[in-house]
Structure formats: structure tokens, C-alpha cells
């Protein structure tokens, strides 16, 4: 899977500084039990990159000495690391909050029985991904049984507390566009996938994130298989906003690989663009002496996040 892709005549994308640091977004692996059409992260059953516990264990050092406040937990599919269950513990115990985006199916698979009520017990928040409330859109994004496999585990969740009104236990859901288009309201969407997911499958939940899909690895590959890439950047260039840049993750948040490598997003993360725009990448041990720069590694697939109503993976900026 390619790592550079085209760059686009005429465009240059505004210079952003990181603010305070609250956030560790930690990519504890690439492994995933399916294999989706959109995913920037490569991800699938075959692979084999899996964050070691020496490199939590530093994680959760640095979130003390920092005053990290979030564990944002990511992948492949987080809970496939063996040791993902000691990582929340541990976090729990500091009182970290931890989100783990959940790609709901994998509470389907053989041997995970014991996710939702893992996280139900240490009062996780749930972000799952459910890139669309129709089942054939669903489907051919990530593989057929895919819709019916998550809307099992979304009331398995339900039936533990999660999304519930006046419960502590936070379920929000992921859309992502099925094609080379941006999100459409983020509000009015939430709307109907709360009034379809309720009124089909008595399905509750907090908030729904509309996230734009990157154009790299996968996705990338995927639109330039279609001829659809430039039009696509176009896109994002043409709907690129000023006022979302005060908003994007990467002022708040630094992403750490399976290996421990410091980069200012998860997307850089998969490019391989160091953070800061440094030559290489910076450990994680490095946060314990010398803080993270303020500058921020950016290149033409930043549109991503700035387009339209913006895109984050809190969803919509604005």
C-alpha cells in the first residue's frame, strides 16, 4: 500500500500550532477482524503490528506526568491487543478517561464475548462505527453481515446501560461516507439515524460523528483505482473553511503508533510524517524529558479535517 500520494497544483494548506495537550490517541494495533473499503489505517485480519505493554506502561507515565486527561484507544480493532484490557485497567485506575472506538462486530466474533460488559464495568465511553443506518450501504462498505452483526452488539450495548437517557455510559456512532463525497449535515443526520435505528431496531444512542473519509492507504488506493482522486481533493480543497481550524484534533492530541512513535494525527501517523515536521519520528519516552513542539506536521490531505462542516474524530467542527 502506497505511503505518498499525487499532490495538487496550486494548494497550500494553512499553518496550524498545537495548544494544550489533553489527549493520547493510542493505535494499539493495525489487526481488525474485517477489512473496510474507507479504512486509512490498511487494517485487516492478516496483520500483525500489535502495541506492546512496555509501550503502555509508558503511556500511562506520560499521561501522569502531562496531565493527560483521555485515552483515546484506536486501530484495527482495539480490543483484538491482548493486552487492551490491563491498558484500561491501569487508565481507569488513574482516572484517565478512555474512549475505544469500537468496531462493533467484534463482539460477534468467537472469544470476544466479554467486550461490552468489559466496558460497561469500567464506564468506557463507545464510539462505534456504523458508517450508515441502511444495511446495504453498510454491507458493501465493509463486507456482507457486517449491518446485522453490528445492530446485535449496538442492543447488547443498549441492554448494559449504554446510550441510555440519564445513564453515565456514552455510546456514540461513526458514520462515514460511502463514496467520494463529503458528510452531510452532521445534526440532521444524528436525527435520522436516531428516529430509523429506534423506530427499526429500538436502538438508542448519545451522538452520532460524521467523519470525512482520508484520502490515503486504502481509501486513497481505492479512489485511484476509480479515477476519482483528484476530483475528490478538489472537493476538499473547494470546501476547506478558515474557522475549522481552530477545532481540528491535532491542536489537542498526539497520536502514538503500535511502535511508540510520536505523529500529530492518526492520518499523519499512516503517512509517516513525523510530528512537527521533524526528519524522524520522536519516541514516547522522549514526552518524559522534552515536550511535544508546537508545530504541526501538514500536507493537501488536511483538507480532510477542514472541509465543510470540518472533520475530526469527534465528528463535525462546527
Request: hydrophobic residues 35%.
Amino acid at each position: 500500500m502506497r505511503d505518498t500520494w499525487p499532490l495538487l497544483k496550486n494548494t497550500t494548506f494553512p499553518a496550524i500550532e498545537r495548544g494544550v495537550l489533553n489527549t493520547l490517541q493510542l493505535n494499539l494495533g493495525y489487526l481488525c477482524n474485517i477489512s473496510c473499503i474507507h479504512c486509512h489505517v490498511n487494517a485487516g485480519p492478516t496483520r500483525k503490528e500489535l502495541m506492546d505493554k512496555a509501550t503502555m506502561e509508558l503511556a500511562l507515565q506520560v499521561a501522569e506526568k502531562l496531565n493527560i486527561h483521555t485515552f483515546d484507544l484506536t486501530g484495527g480493532s482495539p480490543e483484538m491487543n491482548p493486552n487492551f484490557r490491563w491498558l484500561v485497567e491501569q487508565a481507569r485506575e488513574r482516572g484517565i478517561h478512555v474512549m475505544d472506538r469500537l468496531n462493533p462486530t467484534i463482539m460477534e466474533e468467537p472469544g470476544y464475548e466479554w467486550v461490552g460488559e468489559f466496558l460497561a464495568k469500567h464506564k468506557i465511553e463507545a464510539v462505534a462505527s456504523l458508517p450508515c443506518y441502511s444495511e446495504a450501504n453498510v454491507d458493501e462498505q465493509r463486507g456482507n453481515g457486517v449491518f446485522e452483526a453490528s445492530i446485535k452488539a449496538l442492543k447488547t450495548l443498549n441492554a448494559l446501560g449504554y446510550g441510555k437517557k440519564d445513564s453515565d455510559l456514552k455510546l456514540n456512532l461513526v458514520y462515514n461516507p460511502n463514496g467520494a463525497f463529503l458528510p452531510p449535515n452532521q445534526e440532521k443526520l444524528e436525527a435520522d439515524y436516531k428516529r430509523l435505528l429506534g423506530e427499526q431496531f429500538g436502538i438508542e444512542f448519545n451522538h452520532l460523528y460524521a467523519i470525512a473519509n482520508m484520502p490515503i492507504k486504502r481509501y486513497g488506493s481505492w479512489l485511484l483505482s476509480k479515477g476519482k482522486y483528484d476530483d475528490y481533493m478538489g472537493t476538499l480543497v473547494a470546501a476547506h473553511r478558515d474557522e475549522n481550524l481552530q477545532n481540528v484534533m491535532c491542536k489537542n492530541l498526539i497520536s502514538v503508533d503500535y511502535q511508540g512513535n510520536l505523529y500529530d494525527c492518526d492520518f499523519n501517523q499512516m503517512l509517516k510524517l513525523p510530528m512537527g515536521a521533524q526528519d524522524k519520528p520522536r519516541h514516547i519516552s522522549s514526552l518524559l524529558e522534552t515536550p511535544a513542539p508546537r508545530k504541526i506536521a501538514i500536507g493537501q490531505h488536511c483538507y480532510g479535517c477542514t472541509a465543510g462542516q470540518g472533520s475530526s474524530c469527534g465528528g463535525a467542527l462546527n
